[in-house]
């Protein structure tokens, strides 16, 4: 049932939560979802929105000044509405664009919230055409827009529940190939990758479901053993396949041998358990991951592919989370990432275009591939 203005108001100020539990839709019914309506009515509202913002970003604590270098709280409200806040400290005036994914942005915050929820209520995203039809953006402001949003999970750094240890599984996918993006070999054990050719190195926590990926440049096993070494913890007991490229890891492993049909293991860990050794439970979200290349891999831009495959386990991570947690998970990653239009699209040395041949045809500045397109643009 949806509430008034005042009502609303009085929910966002006091962090009451919005939406409800899904008495009618399969899967997560302990989730509190916020349906379109109640999404339209609260984010679709200016006023309702930068209220629903300021409490996301500082919570019941006090407004903080975003710059790094200074942080003060002595800060008061100005007049002015695009930068509504004054600090007494630096004397700078900021918004809550300042110091996030958002600066320099025309965008007002309806459009923003509404972006990031009808982002993260797909698993897959929403399309740039679609959010462009949706918020009467232009197309490249949508895109754009997508950018900034998944700009929130683009960090380097591991989930915060890695640093918990445990069992973890390693995984590499390759993407592209020697003409564009036009070949897909999936899983090549040891495998040096080829022009174009990358490869995506997924890291999964057993406990708590939660991945990490990146690009890595190849395979080589000093790659993997950094790579390993900067995100797992000390301690932790890890499960690979067979793969050659792994006897450079400094850490307690367990292979399995899929050439053999061996897919699950009993294995006695060094800390006395003994447990199921695999590369698969965990796998389902990479898999999924992968799936999704396999399904669309001709469409795919090799420029964005890391942009991609970083939002897709950003938003498998937060998956269990409620929409409105969800939302401010997103609008936190987003501090301190200022990110430029030009800076987004700067030549990176791979091929952004997309279609069955890996041809970016600059007549056809838009190619729309439905959900997808948002990683093969256009310049
Ligand atoms: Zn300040």
């Known amino acids: 049932m949806p509430h008034t203005f005042a009502e609303y108001e009085h929910m ?3 962090g009451i939560p919005l939406g409800k539990t899904s008495k009618s839709s399969p899967g997560r019914k302990h989730r509190i979802g916020i349906d379109l309506a109640e999404a339209l009515k609260v984010f679709g509202d200016t006023d309702l929105a930068t209220m629903w913002l300021e409490r996301a970003r500082w919570g019941d604590g006090p407004i903080t000044c975003p710059l790094p270098v200074c942080g ?45 929820y009808l982002d993260l209520t797909n698993l897959k995203g929403v399309s740039s055409m679609k959010l462009c039809r949706d918020l009467d953006l232009c197309q ?20 915060p529940e890695f640093a918990l240890g445990g069992e973890f599984q390693l995984d590499e996918a390759y993407f592209g190939g020697l ?4 070949h897909f070999i999936d899983r090549i054990p040891g495998g040096q990758g080829g022009a174009n050719m990358m490869i995506v190195i997924s890291i999964t926590q057993v406990a708590s479901g939660k991945m990490w990926v990146d690009i890595i440049p190849d395979t080589r096993a000093d790659t993997i053993a950094e790579t390993v070494d900067r995100i797992i913890p000390r301690g932790a007991a890890l499960y690979t396949d067979d ?44 898999s999924m991951f992968r799936r999704s290349f396999h399904g669309i891999h001709h469409k ?38 200022e990110l430029s239009y030009d800076i987004l699209t700067e030549d990176n040395g791979l091929p952004s275009g997309g ?5 970016y045809h600059p007549e ?16």
């Open 12 to 14: 966002i100020r006091n």
């Open 72 to 116: 003060g709280t002595r800060v008061s409200r100005t007049k002015r509405l695009d930068m509504p806040y004054r600090c007494k400290d630096c004397r700078n005036w900021f918004s809550l664009k300042t110091e996030t994914s958002m600066a320099n942005s025309k965008l007002s915050f309806d459009k923003w919230l509404l972006a990031i």
């Open 140 to 159: 490249r402001t949508a895109w754009f827009t997508l950018q900034r949003v998944r700009e929130a999970f683009m960090s380097d750094e591991p989930p």
């Open 179 to 182: 003409e564009a993006n036009r």
């Open 243 to 286: 793969g050659q490229h792994y006897h450079r890891i400094q850490m307690e492993r367990h292979p399995v041998n899929h050439n053999l049909g061996e897919y699950v293991r009993i294995v006695d860990l060094a800390n006395g358990m003994q447990r199921m050794a695999t590369t698969n439970t965990v796998e389902s979200g990479w």
């Open 300 to 337: 795919m831009s090799p420029k964005y592919l890391r942009r991609y495959a970083k939002t897709f386990s950003g938003r498998w991570n937060i998956r269990p989370l409620n929409t409105e947690e969800q939302m401010r998970h997103v609008i936190h990653g987003m501090i301190g990432r």
């Open 355 to 359: 279609g069955p041949n890996g041809a």
């Open 364 to 379: 056809r500045r838009i190619r729309y591939n439905g959900e997808l397109d948002d990683y093969i643009l256009q310049e």
